[in-house]
């Protein structure tokens, strides 16, 4: 089955710019969604189709897929950016969808 | 506005069986499938069944496909989600959420219910 690798932590200072990465065979043929999840609260998405935002999602968080790594940015973090992250493909055989293992998001 | 609004938190023993519904409102519920995802305690998430309301195709989960069953009521607008068989590692919040596909080989999810915790011990 397909396997979507994140790194379990990433952290940053306010107002600078976060990354988090999301590694997958081939993943640039595929649409990857990401999604934020504060404690206690269902996941929200923040990014969908590689690199396009639901309305309400601030133009700080942004999107890109390219050969085997798809990336989130988010720029100019906020305290109220601390959260799990969670990349997301529809792969084309087994397990149709997978969910990478979570990274959390520090704001130092 | 687009919602789906899950049932109450469960404690179930060993063995038993649980049922989640999942009550959309908002939107042509005919129009979007609903999928099940879960979290254990302190993890990731993790995808656990499928359902087109248009025609009620099902898609599950290999680990759990042999006791899981996801239905819908288009009447009632809800989807259903019932678990057999209950073990410890079956507990978990228990998340259903609408399906987009705007775009081929593309489906992400929105929105989620709140999430139900189905605990299970002796």
């Known amino acids: 089955s397909y396997v979507l690798t994140q790194p379990p932590s990433v952290s940053v200072a306010p107002g600078q710019t976060a990354t988090i990465t999301c590694g997958g065979d081939?993943?640039?043929?595929?649409?990857v969604h990401w999604y934020q999840q504060r404690p206690g609260q269902a996941p929200v998405v923040v990014v969908f189709d590689d690199n396009d935002r639901p309305s309400g999602v601030p133009e700080r968080f942004s999107g890109s897929n390219s050969g085997n790594t798809a990336t989130l940015t988010i720029n100019s973090v906020e305290a109220g950016d601390a959260a799990d992250y969670y990349c997301?493909?529809?792969?084309?055989?087994?397990?149709?969808?997978?969910f990478g293992g979570g990274t959390r998001l520090t704001v130092l | 506005q687009v919602q789906l609004v899950q049932s109450g938190a469960e404690v179930k023993r060993p063995g038993a069986s649980v049922r989640v519904s999942c009550k959309a409102s908002g939107y042509v519920f005919d129009n979007y499938a609903i999928i099940w995802v879960r979290q254990a305690p302190g993890q990731g998430l993790e995808w656990v069944a499928w359902?087109?309301?248009?025609?009620?195709?099902?898609e599950y989960a290999q680990m759990m496909q042999d006791r899981v069953t996801v239905t819908t009521d288009t009447s009632t607008k809800t989807a259903y989600m019932e678990v057999r068989g209950l073990r410890s590692d079956d507990t978990a919040v228990y998340y259903c959420?609408?399906?987009?596909?705007?775009?081929?080989?593309?489906?992400?999810?929105?929105?989620w219910g709140q999430g139900t915790l189905v605990t299970v011990s002796s």
């Open positions: 959420a609408r399906v987009v596909s705007e775009r081929p080989n593309s489906n992400w999810f929105a929105p």
């Open positions: 081939t993943i640039s043929g595929r649409y």
């Open positions: 997301q493909v529809l792969a084309f055989s087994g397990d149709r969808w997978v």
């Open positions: 359902i087109s309301t248009y025609n009620g195709n099902t």
